[in-house]
């Protein structure tokens, strides 16, 4: 497949939870964590997902594995449909995409040795025919996440946050897939640490040809990664281009507010913070057209009657607001 081309395709993609109450637990609501989102990861290619908690950026990530099975939509990856695979193509197709976790600790057996934890994947999928030969591939992805092989016998307990996270990562990569989903791969760990695992993953997709799509619940860190930023707000995606453009140009008011939000490095520099009034809204019962209209700072009448289409504004630019189309 050619770099440019697309590896993952979402299409339409939704998925609600029910709200269950009374004694028969009759569903009385749905929580619309992904409502009718559409984007596409190139090959080879790191996407940035971000948004607040609570904006469904996990349970996208997770609806694409089937990890939650979706309530609607596509997931087209490398051309095949992954939402209508049976679970035997469903077992071929997950070898190809892998998740790293936010919590290191809490994704990693406390009772297997690091050995036994990277080469449960090689054992599932049938990579490796004895156990010599998959020590000798655990003890060469240890070495490419920056572990050596005096680390294999050992158990999660014994290391520190980021190198548990290295653990996490060389588990993904031992079966060679095509895109890995890093969930909040950094949000746990000290700043100081974040930037040396995501330089890892930055080396490591260049090493192996991988593609990312990378969620946080912060700009600042997929400023680094990503080739192209996607923003969440409450199940929908308001806005989607290059990470130039984005930071250089943001569009969406909603992505505005969240840029305002980074610290400069340079004290000098004058930066109008722009504060969000208010929480996140329920999405069980998300307001009415303009879904951020309740917070916008630049909201007028139309915005909470009409929702707005996802438009290109300009070379895959594409945003979500009514302000755009006057
Ligand atoms: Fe704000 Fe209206 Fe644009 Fe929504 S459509 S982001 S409420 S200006």
């Given amino acids: 497949m050619a770099a440019n081309e697309n590896l993952l395709e979402i299409k339409n993609l939704k998925k609600y939870f029910p709200v269950k109450a009374g004694v028969f637990k009759k569903t009385v609501g749905h929580v619309k964590a992904v409502d009718d989102i559409s984007f596409a990861v190139k090959n080879g290619e790191t996407l940035g997902l971000v948004g607040e908690s609570g ?38 197709i997950r070898k190809e995409m892998q998740i790293i976790f936010q919590d290191p600790y809490a994704s990693l057996n406390p009772r297997m040795t690091v050995a036994d934890i990277i080469g449960e994947p090689l054992d599932i999928h049938k990579l490796v025919s004895n156990k010599k030969e998959r020590n000798e591939k655990v003890k060469d992805i240890l070495e490419k996440v920056g572990l050596g092989e005096e680390y294999m016998n050992r158990y999660p307990h014994e290391f520190s946050g980021g190198q548990r996270q290295r653990i996490g990562v060389a588990r993904a990569l031992a079966v060679d897939p095509k895109l890995i989903i890093a969930d909040e791969p950094v949000s746990a760990l000290d700043v100081s640490i974040q930037a040396q695992v995501i330089n890892l993953l930055q080396d490591l997709q260049n090493e192996f040809g991988l593609t990312f799509l990378f969620i946080a619940h912060d700009l600042s860190v997929v400023k680094h990664i990503s080739d192209r930023v996607a923003v969440m707000y409450l ?26 939000a980074i610290p400069v490095a340079d004290p000098t520099a004058k930066k109008d913070r722009i504060i969000l009034e208010g929480d996140v809204p329920s999405p069980v019962d998300p307001p009415s057209g303009c879904r951020f209209h309740p917070r916008c700072p630049k909201a007028f009448d139309k915005c909470s009657i009409e929702e707005p289409v996802f438009k290109d504004y300009g070379d895959g630019h594409f945003a979500a607001c009514h302000l755009l189309e006057e």
């Fill in 235 to 260: 199940g929908k995606i308001v806005e989607i281009t290059d990470k130039e453009k984005l930071y250089e140009d943001p569009l969406h008011p909603y992505t505005q507010s969240l840029l305002s």
């Fill in 55 to 92: 904006c469904g950026k996990s349970t996208t990530g997770r609806t694409i594995l089937r990890l939650l099975e979706a309530t609607a939509g596509e997931v087209i990856f490398d051309g095949k449909d992954v939402l209508a695979m049976d679970k035997k193509e469903l077992r071929g």
